[in-house]
């Protein structure tokens, strides 16, 4: 027998532990694992060196844009902007022109996303006006539902308990609900207030985005989640106290997931105060505090996911005098494999923790069971990755259309060079080498 491919001379990540080993594909899939005496002969042999592969990572927090938003990410620049960075599949945010919120959006959002994606996609669906709309979306084959408590986004009004209610129990847990928690009324309150004063400055931003805004959200939502039965995935968590309010959860048996981003982790208000606006996003850089509470998070296996929630704007909108104008969100596709792998270097993280946080949970917690593991019959979604090279960030170097980032200039060691998606090169040292249209659109109860 004949494969495609085989990628010899490597480090594969395989069940919890690097070997050194051949990898054989065949259709798309991993076809045998083992030493290149056991391979079969191939169309095409790549040595890679000795280098390491990893499964491809899974970024369950994206906003690729697109449709009505295009002029600032469409979803070939925002899988380009993934392939470069070792991102095999993404999860797509609904918040977009128009709303992902009904069957029908959601189809359209696909039939895009097919002719143009380098990588997978899969798709968050926000709640509809209708619960009935509810069991469509999911057929249509969303990956979750998303809930932006921190702004009126799809059809539910978060400011209704017996709504929200209402929708999380007809959801039940089918999918994961996916939480932005900011509340809503305190950032009014004290926007409000703040903008009457006439300021429109950084600190007033950073005064309206408190911790207790979070803090309020999370225990409103465990608590509705608790009382239907929901699978609650917070986003982007950025408190120590939410992740104190997740682990006592979880104790009481509660099904709950959430995610870190590596803004949060890496950067706390005093970067945000250094670099201005193009730090701004929701929630807010917190203080430092945090930063090595969402860590212990990390180490204590109460982190299940990092994310990039990579939310691209143009450089206009990032820039404005008054901050009540700045758009709030950092491109973080391009920058996070090589921040991670800068954290195993510098031993903060293992590999074993940054495949367990980037692929393996994220395949687990939303039920993609294909991807997220180097193992024989699953998806040939790989990124290989050259741990000793050096190098500085350089946002205007993105294929991401968002050249901005509060990580300029940061020294990183370690690199995706190659990216496979079902077995074909779509990364290759930093260049897009595959057609638009690769990458396949992940339909949660029919393809997965
Ligand atoms: O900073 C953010 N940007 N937070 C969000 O919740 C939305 C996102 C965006 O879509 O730009
Ligand atoms: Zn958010
Ligand atoms: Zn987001």
């Known amino acids: 027998m004949k494969v495609d491919l085989v990628l010899k001379n490597l480090r594969a990540y395989v069940d919890g532990d690097l070997l050194d080993c051949c990898i054989a594909i065949e259709n798309g899939k991993i076809f045998k694992v083992g030493r290149e005496a056991q391979m079969p002969s191939a169309d095409m042999v790549i040595d890679l060196n000795g280098l390491i592969v990893l499964p491809g990572l899974i970024d369950a927090h994206v906003h690729l844009r697109d449709e009505g938003k295009s002029y600032k990410e469409d979803f070939y620049s925002g899988t380009a902007a993934a392939a470069a960075g070792g991102i095999t599949t993404v999860i797509d945010m609904p918040n977009n022109q128009p709303v992902t919120m009904s069957a029908e959006t959601l189809r359209k959002r696909m039939q895009v996303a097919e002719r143009r994606a380098l990588v997978n996609v899969g798709f968050y669906s926000e709640f509809p006006r209708k619960l009935s709309e509810i069991d469509e979306i999911i057929l249509e084959g969303a990956i979750g539902f998303k809930l932006f408590m921190n702004t009126q986004m799809g059809g539910l009004n978060v400011d209704d308990d017996y709504a929200v209610i209402e929708a999380f129990r007809h959801v039940a847990s089918k999918v994961p609900i996916a939480v932005h928690a900011e509340d809503k009324q305190i950032i009014a309150a004290i926007e409000g207030s703040l903008k009457g004063q006439g300021r429109c400055d950084l ?47 979880r104790s009481r048996g509660q099904k709950i997931s959430c995610e870190v981003t590596p803004h949060h982790i890496l950067l706390s208000v005093e970067d945000l105060r250094r670099i201005g606006s193009f730090a701004v996003t929701l929630p807010p850089l917190r203080d430092k505090c945090h930063i090595l509470l969402l860590w212990k998070g990390i180490r204590e296996g109460i982190v299940d996911i990092i994310a990039s929630d990579h939310a691209p704007h143009t450089l206009m909108e990032k820039q404005s005098s008054n901050i009540w104008y700045v758009k709030a969100g950092i491109p973080g596709l391009e920058t996070m494999l090589p921040l991670m792998l800068t954290e195993v270097n510098n031993g903060r993280l293992s590999i074993r923790e940054l495949v367990k946080l980037m692929a393996e949970n994220p395949a687990k917690i939303f039920g993609l069971r294909s991807i997220g593991y180097i193992r024989e019959g699953m998806n040939a979604d790989l990124v290989v990755v050259d741990l000793k090279s050096e190098g500085k960030i350089d946002s205007s170097k993105f294929k991401s259309k968002a050249r901005f980032s509060p990580f300029d200039g940061w020294e990183v060691k370690g690199k995706p060079v190659k990216t496979f998606v079902s077995g074909k090169l779509v990364m290759d040292n930093g260049e897009i080498v595959a057609e638009a249209g690769c990458g396949r659109i992940i339909r949660k109860r029919r393809l997965e």
């Open 203 to 249: 600190e007033a931003f950073i005064q309206a985005h408190p911790e207790e805004a979070e803090i309020k959200a999370v225990k409103r939502i465990i608590a509705i989640a608790k009382e239907t039965g929901s699978h609650l995935h917070l986003c982007h968590v950025s408190t120590g106290a939410t992740i104190e309010l997740i682990s006592e959860a």
